[in-house]
């Protein structure tokens, strides 16, 4: 928008615009990139903010519009999957969140390298220690600590958000047990 001193001053806004949804045909792939991010970034502020109903919505939207347009193997569906999963684990909906967590998982093919799919692994893993029954303690313990182990030989240091979430979730298994054991 330039000034042209014959027609005046530019407009102050735009003329207005209908929403672009991710549903529209003419949508490329990365504007559902962009779009899902920001879904993403705003999902993680809700749950800062501590609004985690908004962010589960926000992340639930977010997955269900990104499989619809690109399927559910594509990064950015493992991502906000990934997200929406651990929502629904701090809500206790267990049977969905492992459920989810286990599908990313597959989705990776086992890239034990991909830090994305070692974050996975140590939630599944997590998602399975709150469960609370020995069946799901033995399974998701030894998931936590070779997701523990993949991330530091991938130099991740202990001061690091999901290392520190991995050590919490190994502490509190290992209270729960010795409780337990009383």
């Known amino acids: 928008l330039r000034f042209d001193p014959a027609r005046g001053p530019p407009p102050t806004t735009l003329p207005p615009r209908a929403p672009l949804r991710l549903r529209d045909p003419d949508v490329n792939e990365n504007l559902i990139r962009t779009k899902i991010l920001c879904k993403?970034?705003?999902?993680?502020?809700?749950?800062?903010?501590?609004?985690?109903e908004k962010a589960l919505d926000i992340?639930?939207?977010?997955?269900?519009?990104?499989?619809?347009?690109l399927g559910p193997e594509h990064p950015c569906a493992l991502q906000i999957g990934s997200n929406l999963a651990y929502t629904l684990m701090e809500f206790e909906d267990y049977e969905k969140s492992e459920a989810l967590m286990r599908?990313?998982?597959?989705?990776?093919?086992?890239?034990?390298?991909?830090?994305?799919?070692?974050?996975?692994?140590?939630?599944?893993?997590?998602c399975l220690l709150r469960q609370s029954t020995p069946a799901k303690v033995r399974e998701g313990?030894?998931?936590?600590?070779?997701?523990?182990?993949?991330?530091?030989?991938?130099?991740y240091e202990e001061n690091h958000l999901w290392v520190k979430k991995i050590n919490a979730a190994i502490e509190s298994s290992r209270?729960?047990?010795m409780s337990a054991a009383r």
Not at 40 to 52: F, P, V, W, Y
Not at 104 to 117: D, E, P, Q, S, T
Not at 120 to 126: D, P, R
């Open 40 to 52: 993403m970034a705003i999902g993680m502020n809700m749950k800062r903010a501590g609004s985690n």
């Open 175 to 177: 209270v729960e047990s």
């Open 141 to 155: 313990l030894p998931l936590i600590l070779k997701a523990l182990e993949g991330l530091r030989g991938l130099g």
């Open 59 to 69: 992340f639930q939207e977010g997955y269900d519009e990104v499989v619809e347009k």
């Open 103 to 126: 599908a990313i998982l597959a989705a990776y093919k086992g890239n034990a390298l991909n830090h994305l799919y070692l974050n996975s692994q140590a939630n599944l893993g997590i």
